[in-house]
C-alpha cells in the first residue's frame, strides 16, 4: 500500500472508469495479485491403508490414510504449493483425559510427517500443536476442574512440537492460545537442536463458530460436545486485543503470525499488517469453505469466481499467505490462466 497524500482528482477530467475499460488495463493498473506462492493447503490424515473418506460437511475434502495423503502432497509440491499443513484423525481409543498421545513419536501425526519425509517431497511441512485431537474431552489444553489450565499445558504442548519437529516438520503452528506458548515452544525446540524449525504463530485466534467442519474432520465434535473454547481462544468482538497477542507472540520469537478465521476477520488482518513488518498469515477456516460451496452447489454462487474473489481479498486485506481447503483448486486455475 503506498503512503503518497491522497489524491482522488476530479471529474471530468479524472474518470476512473477509463482504466477499467480493457482486459488489458485492468491487468496493467492491478494492485494485488493471487499467486501459488500464497497457499498452504489443511490436509487431514487418518488410520489404514489405500483409504479416502469424503468429508459432508466439506464438498471435495477428504480424509486420507497416510499413502494417500503423500501422493497428495506430491501433488501440491508439483503445483508449487509451498506448504501444506497436517491435521490428524485420532481413533477415539487413543483419545484420553490428558491428551497423552499428542506426544507419541509413533502417532498418526509423526508418522505422517516421516512419510512425507521419506518421500524425498520438496514441501514445507506445517504441524499443529494444540491437544484438541487427542483430548477425550476435546479442548487444546489440559482440563482441571473444568477449566483449561494454562501453565500446565504448555508443558505438554512444548514436548508436542520437539516431537513433530523430530519427525521431520518445518513449521511448528501453535493454535492452542495458551498464554505463553510461543516463548516456551522456542525454548524447547532450540534446546532439542531444532532452531531451524520455525514458529507460525496461531496468534490472533477467535473463538468461532466457523470450525464446525473442521471439527467434524478431525473428529473433536463430539468429544468437545456442548464445550467451548471462550476462555482461551479471544472473543470476537475483541480487536486492539489482536495487536496484543501478536505483538506477545512475535517478543517470543514467532517468525510469522496468523489470523484465525479469516474473511469475517479481515479487519484484523489489516490492522496487524499495517501494524507489524512480519509475514502475516490468514486460515479461510472449513465454515467459510462450506458456505461458499454449498452455495455453490446450490447454484446460488459461481465456486470459482467466489473462491478467486475470497482469496484475493485476503491478499488485499494484507495476508502474505492464505491457509484454504480451496489450495489444489487455485492452484490448478493460476496454472491454466498464467503457465
Ligand atoms: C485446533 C484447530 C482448529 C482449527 C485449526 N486447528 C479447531 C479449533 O480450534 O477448534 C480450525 C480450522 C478450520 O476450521 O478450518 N486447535
Redesign the pocket.
Known amino acids: 500500500m503506498s503512503d503518497a497524500p491522497f489524491s482522488a482528482g476530479r471529474f471530468p477530467e479524472t474518470r476512473l472508469r477509463r482504466t477499467r475499460r480493457y482486459e488489458w488495463s485492468r491487468r496493467l493498473v492491478r494492485e494485488h495479485r493471487l499467486s501459488t506462492d500464497d497457499l498452504i493447503l ?1 490436509l487431514f490424515v487418518m488410520e489404514g491403508t489405500n483409504g479416502s473418506e469424503p468429508i459432508p460437511s466439506m464438498p471435495g475434502v477428504c480424509r486420507l490414510t497416510i499413502d494417500r495423503l503423500v501422493g497428495r502432497v506430491r501433488e501440491a509440491a508439483d503445483l508449487g504449493i509451498p506448504a501444506v499443513a497436517l ?1 490428524p484423525v485420532t481413533p477415539p481409543d487413543r483419545k484420553t483425559e490428558d491428551g497423552r498421545e499428542a506426544v507419541n513419536p509413533d502417532n498418526l501425526m509423526c508418522r505422517s510427517l516421516r512419510a512425507i519425509r521419506e518421500a524425498g517431497i520438496d514441501i514445507g511441512l506445517v504441524a ?1 500443536v ?1 491437544l ?2 487427542y483430548t477425550s474431552h476435546g479442548q ?1 489444553g489440559l482440563v482441571r476442574d473444568g477449566y483449561v489450565v494454562n501453565d500446565e499445558s504448555l508443558e505438554i504442548l512444548a514436548e508436542q512440537a520437539v516431537v513433530q519437529a523430530s519427525a521431520g516438520c518445518t513449521i511448528i503452528a501453535p ?2 492460545m495458551m498464554d505463553g506458548r510461543v516463548g516456551v515452544i522456542r525454548r524447547a525446540l532450540d534446546a532439542a537442536g531444532h532452531d531451524g524449525v520455525m514458529i507460525l504463530s ?1 496468534a490472533a ?1 477467535y473463538a468461532s463458530a ?6 467434524d474432520a478431525v473428529g ?1 465434535a463430539a468429544n ?1 460436545g456442548r464445550g467451548d ?1 471462550r476462555t482461551y ?1 479471544m472473543d470476537p468482538a475483541a480487536g486492539d486485543e489482536a495487536l496484543r497477542e501478536v505483538a506477545l507472540d512475535l517478543a517470543e520469537g514467532a517468525d510469522m503470525v496468523m489470523v ?2 479469516g474473511m469475517p476477520y479481515l479487519d484484523v488482518v489489516r490492522r496487524v499488517r499495517s501494524t507489524f513488518q512480519v509475514p502475516v498469515f490468514a ?1 479461510q ?3 467459510e ?1 462450506a458456505m461458499l460451496c454449498a452455495a455453490a452447489e446450490q447454484g446460488w454462487l459461481d465456486r470459482t469466481a467466489v473462491m478467486m474473489e475470497s482469496l484475493l481479498a485476503f491478499r488485499r486485506a494484507g495476508a502474505d499467505g492464505i491457509l484454504t ?1 480451496f489450495a489444489l483448486d487455485a492452484a490448478r486455475l493460476l496454472k491454466e490462466t498464467a503457465p
Open positions: 489443511p491435521f499443529d494444540a484438541d485431537p487444546d493454535s492452542d496461531y485466534k466457523f470450525y464446525g467442519p473442521f471439527r473433536s468437545l473454547k481462544q484465525k478465521p486460515y477456516v472449513s465454515g469453505y481447503y
